[in-house]
């Protein structure tokens, strides 16, 4: 619903992290296919601490960016990021 809600055009951007739960990536994805979006994900090394994570997601963003979609508790490596640093 929020990605309808978002009336994302060809050249906007959703960025996500390769620790974020698959199925989001793949509405994401199916989202990009139908409205010629971008999916950017930022990739975060499994060790990564807070800064470095920041820094991953800082590093994809552009000023096409209209979303950027983080789980906190990572659901595929249980990593807690820092959401409010990244917000």
């Known amino acids: ?5 978002l009336n994302l055009r060809e050249g906007d951007e959703i960025v996500t992290t390769d620790h974020g739960h698959p199925e989001m990536a793949a509405v994401v994805d ?5 409205t010629r979006a971008r999916h950017n994900v ?6 990564a601490e807070g800064g470095e994570v920041v820094a ?7 000023d096409r960016t209209r979303l950027v979609v983080v789980d ?3 659901a595929r490596t249980a990593r807690i990021f820092p959401v409010r640093d990244l917000a």
């Open 30 to 34: 199916a989202a990009c296919r139908v």
């Open 42 to 47: 930022a990739v975060v090394p499994l060790a």
């Open 56 to 62: 991953a997601v800082r590093r994809v963003l552009t």
């Open 1 to 5: 619903m929020v990605l309808q809600a």
């Open 72 to 74: 906190q508790v990572t």
